[in-house]
């Protein structure tokens, strides 16, 4: 059983930061890409920030110059960081991750459950 749990996410004033994080935990083999989605009121969930194993990341133009994306492979964990935030960030951002479970031959996406980034003055 593979569990991803957020969490950082919050209130916070325009110009403000926040960190997010994301565990990974269970009977896990190994783990590929992570990233980060949100999803506003009335939109579709999209990509915020990817790394891959490596360490090599992208992200949407949107946050560029104001996220990083980072991970800790030795916890399982990937990161968030947030700067600079406006009212548009507002969302439920998402994690998700390319896990292969013990006992298995090929990995596949998990999500974690969500948590909530509003900002707002």
């Known amino acids: 059983q593979v569990q991803l749990v957020e969490s950082g996410g919050g209130l916070v004033q325009p110009g403000g930061s926040l960190r997010l994080s994301c565990a990974a935990s269970?009977?896990?083999?190994?783990?590929?890409?992570m990233g980060w989605y949100r999803q506003a009121p009335g939109k579709q969930r999209e990509l915020v920030a990817a790394i891959t194993s490596g360490g090599r990341t992208n992200y949407a133009d949107s946050v560029k110059g104001r996220f990083t994306i980072s991970r800790d492979n030795a916890k399982n964990t990937v990161y968030l960081q947030m700067n600079v935030l406006n009212p548009d960030d507002t969302a439920v951002y998402y994690c998700?991750?390319?896990?292969?479970?013990?006992?298995?031959?090929?990995?596949?996406?998990?999500w974690g459950q969500g948590t909530q980034v509003t900002v707002s003055s």
């Open positions: 269970g009977s896990i083999f190994s783990i590929g890409d």
């Open positions: 998700n991750a390319d896990v292969r479970p013990m006992g298995t031959v090929y990995g596949h996406g998990f």
